[in-house]
Each structure stands twice: as structure tokens, then as C-alpha cells.
């Protein structure tokens, strides 16, 4: 599942705050979601300790859902949390329930790993196993980015426990004797090869949704920023009649 045209449709509505039209692009990701939830969401696994089922966003092949999902997929979670507010009561519980599930089972494609990072794209098997179809580790930041958004939602310490975790993974494996973090060729091997190149949304994005996480919710207030598909915040639009006013 591409992430920026779902992602903009809901961080559109948010960015644009009272401006006329910008309920065009709620409705549009409501519909939007609602079909994902539908025909493209599937259950993997049931956490036997507390009853969390584990759940993924697989591509579409036709009218087939194949059981594979991509780190790339795992922006999901923080997207439905932003559209979690002022929305029915009936979508927010359906937003939050399978962020919930989804995220967890991001987190479990880190946790299932030697190295404790997490493939780009795995295979699921229904109550079973995950398996790596593509084993590299590019430093992508859309599982703590998700966990991020968790976190501000809910207030559960368990999302920068599972934050701490993975970059202390990172932390070990990217790391080089020269200076500066690489990939890894494949997170199934201990000690990995790197891939000697750091990507630069390493620190644009993983690392900054990293401090995020563990820093005060007043920095970067989510009632008053909007981070694109590139974590670059963006101011959301306020009271435009009476700035226009004063020009």
C-alpha cells in the first residue's frame, strides 16, 4: 500500500483547518479507508499473553489479497490515528482498533528478526510464522513514525518501549567504526553486511520520529502541526479571515 496519496488525503483536512472545502478530503479518506479495512486488511496472529490480534495490509492482485506486507505499509498506523479525531464515535473505535493491530505486528517483524531490525516485506502465514522476502534494512521510519502518532494518542509507555527496543537494534547493527549508520544487507544474519550507505531520511525521518517519541508532547504539537509524507511539519491553517484582515 503507496503511502502519500492516502497519507495526504487525511493530512490535507488536518492542514487546512477552517478553510472552506477541506471536508472534501475527509469524506474522501473515510471512503478511502473504509475499503482498505474491507478488502485489503487481514489477520496474521493472536498474541496468546493478552488476546492482541495481530493484522496487515496486503497489495491487491486483482480481486486477490496476497498475505505479504512491506515496511513501506507500516505508515498505517499513525495515518489512522490522525484520522481517529472528530470523527464518528463508530470510525474512531474502527481507526484505533486496527492501528493497534497493525502496528504490533510492524513491531513483530522487528522482534522476530536475530538482528532485531525488520525486513523490507515479509510473508504471513495464518497462525504461524513470518518469513522475509526481501531481508534488507534500509533505516525506514514508518514503523516509528507509527509508533509516534500511538503514543501521542494513547499515552502507553509500551510504544516507547517498543521505540527503545528497535533503536537499540539500530543502533548496534547500523552503526559503522568510520562514523555514520548503514543498512543491512539482510536482518537474518548475525553480525549482518552493511550496505554502506545511509539514506538521508535516516535523520529526516527515523531519527527524528525517535526524539519525537521521547520528548515532551508540547514539542511539536499535533493540534497545531502537520507532518507531510517526508516528516517536515507544516503549520495547520488558523483563523485565515482575520490574517487576511490585517494585511
Not at 478553510?19 to 482498505?36: H, N, V, Y
Not at 552493511?194 to 539514506?199: A, I, P, V
Amino acid at each position: 500500500m503507496g503511502d502519500s496519496f492516502y497519507e495526504y488525503l487525511i493530512k490535507c483536512w488536518r492542514s487546512l483547518g477552517k478553510l472552506e472545502g477541506r471536508e472534501s478530503w475527509r469524506k474522501a479518506f473515510d471512503t478511502a479507508i473504509m475499503a482498505m479495512t474491507q478488502h485489503m486488511l487481514g489477520d496474521w496472529d493472536t498474541d496468546a499473553a493478552t488476546g492482541q490480534v495481530m493484522s496487515y495490509v496486503a497489495p491487491l492482485h486483482g480481486s486477490r489479497r496476497d498475505s505479504s506486507m512491506e515496511h513501506l505499509t507500516c505508515f498505517v498506523p499513525g495515518m489512522l490515528v490522525l484520522g481517529s479525531d472528530d470523527t464518528t464515535p463508530e470510525n474512531e473505535k474502527i481507526f484505533i482498533d486496527t492501528a493497534r493491530r497493525v502496528v504490533r505486528t510492524c513491531v513483530e517483524m522487528y522482534r522476530r528478526q536475530p538482528t532485531g531490525l525488520s525486513p523490507d516485506n515479509v510473508r504471513f502465514t495464518k497462525g504461524g510464522p513470518m518469513n522475509a522476502i526481501d531481508p534488507k534494512s534500509i533505516q525506514r521510519p514508518e514503523t516509528v513514525e507509527s509508533l509516534f502518532y500511538m503514543y501521542r494518542k494513547t499515552g502507553d509507555e509500551i510504544y516507547r518501549n517498543w521505540a527503545w527496543d528497535i533503536f537499540e537494534a539500530m543502533e548496534k547493527h547500523y552503526a559503522t567504526m568510520s562514523g555514520g549508520w548503514q543498512g543491512v544487507k539482510d536482518v537474518r544474519q548475525v553480525p549482518p553486511q552493511g550496505d554502506d550507505k545511509q539514506q538521508s531520511f535516516l535523520l529526516a525521518e527515523t531519527i527524528k520520529y525517535l526524539y519525537l517519541i521521547f520528548s515532551d508532547g508540547e514539542d511539536v504539537h499535533l493540534d497545531e502541526w502537520v507532518f507531510n509524507t517526508e516528516a517536515h511539519p507544516v503549520k495547520i491553517t488558523r483563523d485565515v479571515h482575520i490574517r487576511e484582515a490585517r494585511r
